[in-house]
């Protein structure tokens, strides 16, 4: 049987046993990359470890001890309560508000990770705290930053318009940037809807109140999801009442005004030097220790372990697959196809799957080369697929095997993780199924019917 094969089956089989058993994912691929990569794809396991994700494994670390510094000393409950005031207490705004901020970040340059990893902690705050479902606002983040991902000064779209000018293809810069702004904007929208905007709507912080109240003592009102009950995640009634009130007067400490600085200087550092985030985050938060050592001892227990095990593992056995050449295998079967509309349709489903567990820009890069022998033969519009290949390569990072994923699924707050994790898992699952071919319904067909 050829390696190929072997590791779509391998594939297979993983998430079969890591749905119907309580075993981690991570776990079961690091087995998986070991076995099959050196039996099979006859790699050794120094080459097998050098698809280990250490500059994600990094980030979330540094993240995610990061914001549990923050949080442990109010400084997240300090911005949650300013933001709140900056909205007008809308509870309905506060969702919208992430993704704008998160599109702007990566419209100006932001690598979609970096500009995930900053908003998303404080955004899942606002839903913790609001009462907002936390896969709401976690993809809203998401789409945000994948909405501004193709601005033309961008990562994702230097990327695409390198290729389609390298290959003589026409240039589709600003529709790419404003296909996937409001293919994501379609997508958000119908999220606001579907998991619960429509009660958010004439809600104010202070009608909230209540309810939030309600929570801390473990009664679970108005189906927002996991409630915790008493002493889970350390908020007393009065804590509640404090973190959710926007008029508690609440003075604001030397250790806070050090974190918001450490913050800014992550953010300037990451999205304007481009220096590594994961690096940037843990040193931030050692100095932030150093100050109040005692205080933050505990913080390292916050940080998501069982996730970055999860993301750890099925990236690497991804890597053994990409060396095994199943990719380039099931890319060349497409190809081969000869029907124009039906290969654009693969390979954004090629392009939307192997995504979901591996680097967008990467994919993105692959699928369009894939499609450039086609495309240049001028049967099909160029401009609508690579719009197309595009949005279906990018808007699967919901995936919790990608970055922006496994930021939201680490940096979620009063929820049962394992559940949610359940949740993100199906909706990347819907995004996987359905995504792809919206795109090329909308950027491929419709154009070529007009």
């Known amino acids: 049987m050829s390696p190929e094969i072997v590791t779509i089956i391998a594939l297979v089989v993983i998430f079969a046993i890591a749905t119907f058993l309580p075993i981690n994912m991570g776990a079961l691929a690091f087995v998986a990359a070991f076995i099959v990569g050196t039996l099979s794809v006859e790699m050794t396991t120094d080459e097998i470890l050098g698809g280990f994700p250490a500059e994600l494994v990094l980030t979330l670390i540094g993240v995610t001890y990061l914001f549990a510094i923050a949080q442990n000393n109010g400084t997240v409950d300090l911005l949650v309560r300013g933001a709140v005031k900056l909205v007008g207490g809308h509870v309905a705004a506060i969702p919208w508000i992430m993704f704008f901020v998160t599109a702007l970040l990566t419209a100006i340059g932001a690598l979609s990770p970096a500009a995930v990893a900053i908003i998303a902690p404080i955004a899942l705050t606002f839903a913790a705290r609001h009462g907002i479902s936390p896969l709401l606002m976690g993809m809203m983040v998401i789409h945000g930053a994948q909405g501004g991902g193709f601005s033309p000064i961008s990562v994702y779209g230097v990327t695409v318009n390198t290729i389609v000018e390298d290959e003589g293809l026409p240039d589709a810069s600003l529709q790419v940037f404003l296909g996937s702004l409001f293919f994501n904007l379609a997508i958000a929208l119908v999220l606001f809807f579907v998991l619960g905007g429509r009660k958010l709507l004439g809600r104010k912080v202070e009608s909230a109140r209540l309810e939030h109240v309600e929570h801390a003592h473990g009664t679970v009102v108005r189906g927002h999801g996991a409630a915790p009950g008493p002493g889970v995640g350390g908020d007393s009634a009065d804590d509640a009442d404090e973190h959710i009130h926007p008029e508690v007067p609440q003075p604001v400490r030397f250790e806070q005004i050090l974190t918001l600085i450490g913050l800014v200087v992550v953010a300037v550092l990451a999205l304007v030097f481009d220096l590594d985030i994961g690096f940037v985050a843990i040193t931030v938060a050692v100095v932030l220790a150093l100050f109040s050592a005692q205080q933050h001892k505990g913080a390292v227990t916050q940080i998501s372990w069982s996730t970055i095990l999860l993301i750890a593992g099925v990236l690497t056995f991804v890597f053994v697959l ?11 079967a497409v190809t081969g196809l000869g029907v124009p509309l039906l290969i654009a349709l693969l390979l954004c ?23 450039v022998p086609f495309l240049l033969a001028g049967d099909i519009g160029a401009v ?47 995004v996987v199924a359905v995504g792809p071919l919206l795109a090329w319904l ?8 007009v």
């Not at 489903?349 to 499609?371: D, K, P, Q, R």
């Not at 680490?410 to 909706?427: C, E, G, M, P, W």
Request: aromatic share 10%; net charge negative; no cysteine.
């Open 442 to 449: 909308v950027f491929v067909v419709v154009p070529s019917w």
């Open 384 to 430: 609508g697929v690579v719009v197309a290949l595009s949005v279906a390569s990018t808007i699967v990072d919901v995936s919790p095997f990608s970055t922006n994923g496994a930021l939201v699924l680490a940096n979620a707050q009063d929820v049962d993780r394992d559940r949610f994790y359940k949740q993100i898992l199906s909706y990347a699952g819907i």
């Open 322 to 332: 990409q060396e095994a050449g199943t990719i380039d295998y099931v890319g060349d």
């Open 349 to 371: 489903y090629i392009g939307g799957v192997v995504s979901a567990f591996a680097s967008s820009t990467a994919i993105i890069g692959v699928a369009i080369s894939l499609a």
